[in-house]
């Protein structure tokens, strides 16, 4: 039987080849936000969630293009079952964070790539005032605003070596290790 890091990595291997118009395939994508936060000192859970907040699109049918629009509720609804909500919740706030981000900074609004351009308008454009006291309500927003953040600035550039999937697999072994802090499907 394999372990749920083994079936995460075949999902991987199996799809990350995938870009949905950023230039970068989902696999180097998720592993360059992974190495931006590691860089940064985060806690290994928020690495995690860095790593994995894009697994939503490999979940659904794609919407378009440009992937599931709504996927952070779908990597969140499935990293819960086998990991603590220090990961599960900042990948499934990574969405919001955008429309939150948009919404209180029009720096990061014009920073955006054409490709979350088009999906912030598919995923509600940004957020309204009562919409932005909810998200920052939530006890994981800042973690899911660090997370975008280092998606955006870091998680979609060209050229970039980042580490193989073997340097965090540990880290996800260790994390998932710990049912009970996952909640049950």
């Known amino acids: 039987m394999s372990s749920i890091v083994d079936e995460i ?3 991987y291997a199996r799809r990350g ?6 230039g970068v ?12 936060a590691e860089q940064a ?3 290994d859970a928020l690495v995690a969630a860095c ?20 996927h ?16 599960s919740e900042p990948a499934r706030l990574h969405v919001a964070a955008k429309r939150y981000l948009c919404a209180a900074d ?4 014009n920073a955006l790539s054409d490709a979350s351009r088009y999906t ?26 660090r997370l975008r953040k280092w998606e955006d600035s870091r998680g979609k550039h060209t050229g970039k070596q980042p580490p193989d999937w073997s340097h965090f697999r540990s880290l996800l072994e260790h994390l998932a290790a710990s049912p009970a802090q996952a909640t049950s499907a």
């Open 17 to 22: 080849h995938e870009s949905y118009g950023e």
């Open 120 to 145: 912030l308008e598919k995923q509600g454009g940004p957020m309204s005032p009562v919409e932005r006291r909810e998200f920052e309500a939530n006890p994981y927003h800042r973690d899911g605003v």
């Open 51 to 70: 790593l994995l907040h894009d697994i939503g699109h490999f979940l659904e049918e794609a919407d378009d293009a440009y992937g599931v629009h709504d």
């Open 9 to 11: 990595e075949e999902l």
């Open 106 to 109: 029009t720096e990061y609004v």
């Open 72 to 87: 952070g509720d779908a990597s969140g609804d499935y990293l819960a079952r086998f990991f603590p909500a220090s990961v």
């Open 25 to 36: 395939t989902m696999l180097e994508h998720s592993l360059l936000t992974a190495q931006a």
């Open 41 to 43: 000192g985060a806690p």
